[in-house]
């Protein structure tokens, strides 16, 4: 760990623009302050500050990621804190500096127990900083379950999510829920009176369904694509409705096949940049041995053996980020995708952007977009100095 350190001579993405020639100021685990390469010659830094010249490196907001279920042969369906710990330690070699581990649906003892693993391991992490937890299920359609469990779904019972929300101690940051079941409307009222932001996903909903899940704050969308209602000229469905409205905010798994690539380009021709987040939806052998997978095989990402359903993703955020550049779409905007956007719309302060005050959770990636450094609250947790 460094008390202070300036990395300098770099093309800096702070989340909002592009600054080339330019400084990052870090001291503790807060950003001091950005500037350009002038002002940093100019400055008179004392000798105890670390001064790197990174040499026309790309500095940026660590990723964010919002929806990952394991990776680095762990998860969050072992229900054990050793293994969201690895999680979290695996991350930073793929710049992620924070993240939100995903439970799948469960029948309520083990979807408990992968609840309680989460709890116990948060503030514990030597690596990417736990955020919270994001529920996906177990009120979602049985007719768009994609991989998911059909023991574990349930109807909107509003005494089971006040047991799942004390379990979690408060620490539900998202849920993914299907807006077209009955008693919805209770149930997302009470998720709005305790700051959850949800999502409509696994969703068979209509148009008019989806309008009436808005109305009740249903405002960002699972995997858009993927489980739900596709467009049709006369239901515009789940889809329709996230194209239509600006207000909507989704997810877009990055591996270039739950969604081709052409999709995502015309997304952003139809959305705000600022509503559109990269997910990896990453499954437990991610980056692993995948000898380990006797239910699944890979084909860029996970299908389930027995029936061929797409079960997730094998990518990192680093190789969705790679992938959106690949692509065609600007870094300036990748950056957006991946950190800026995720931040915010899960509403977490002091993150995704490059700013002073914020803190200083950045990563490093050379002009081939491989990482140099991963830097979580100012410390060095990848990459030697």
Known sequence: MQSEVCLHNANVFTGFSVMPKCAVHIKGSKIVDVYNEERFRQRKFAKSVKTIDVDGAYIMPGFVDTHIHGIGGCGTDDGRKESILHMSKTLVDYGVTSFIPTCMTKIESQLMQNIKAIVEAMGKENGARILGMHLEGPFISPERMGAQAADGLSKVDLTYMKRLYKAAKGKIINMTIAPELKGMRELALYCNSKGIVLQAGHTNATYDQMMEGMQANIMHVTHLFNAMRPMH??????????????????????????????????????????????????????????????????????????????????ISMLDGFRNLVSWGIPIEKAVRMTSTNPAQIMKQKNIGLLVPGNDADIIVLDKNLDLIYTIIKGNFVKGKI
């Open 233 to 314: 000229h006369r239901e515009p469905g789940v889809v329709g409705a996230a194209l239509i409205h600006s207000e909507l905010s989704c997810e877009i798994i990055g591996d270039g096949v739950h969604v081709n690539p052409n999709l995502v380009n015309l997304l952003l021709k139809c959305k705000p940049l600022s509503q559109i987040v990269m997910i990896t939806d990453a499954l437990y052998p991610a980056k692993t041995d995948l000898s380990m997978t006797p239910d699944l095989y890979l084909d860029k990402c996970f299908y389930r053996k027995k029936d061929n359903v797409m079960n997730g993703s094998a």
